[in-house]
């Protein structure tokens, strides 16, 4: 399944929220740097989806805020 997300890094707390079926937003306390945030957005959503964090895959936008990521179950 496919989802797009909009991250929010260096935020005060880490959450996900659901915005709808497909779009959710993804706030980590990590900074954007050396892809660290990436990181963090892994592994919250593996937590949220209940999954492993080898599951979560970012296909586009490595280095922007809006993602495109692959989550398999």
């Known amino acids: 399944m496919k989802i797009?997300?909009?991250?929010?890094p260096s935020s005060r707390e880490e959450k996900v929220e659901k915005i709808d079926e497909n779009n959710f937003?993804?706030?980590v306390k990590e900074p954007p740097v050396q892809g660290r945030a990436?990181?963090?957005?892994?592994?919250a959503l593996a937590?949220?989806?209940k999954t492993?964090?080898?599951n979560v895959k970012i296909v586009s936008g490595h280095?922007?805020?809006s993602k495109i990521i692959e989550i398999i179950k």
């Open 63 to 65: 280095t922007s805020r």
């Open 38 to 43: 990436n990181l963090a957005i892994r592994n």
């Open 52 to 54: 492993g964090t080898a």
């Open 4 to 8: 797009n997300v909009k991250a929010k």
């Open 47 to 49: 937590i949220y989806f």
């Open 25 to 27: 937003t993804v706030s």
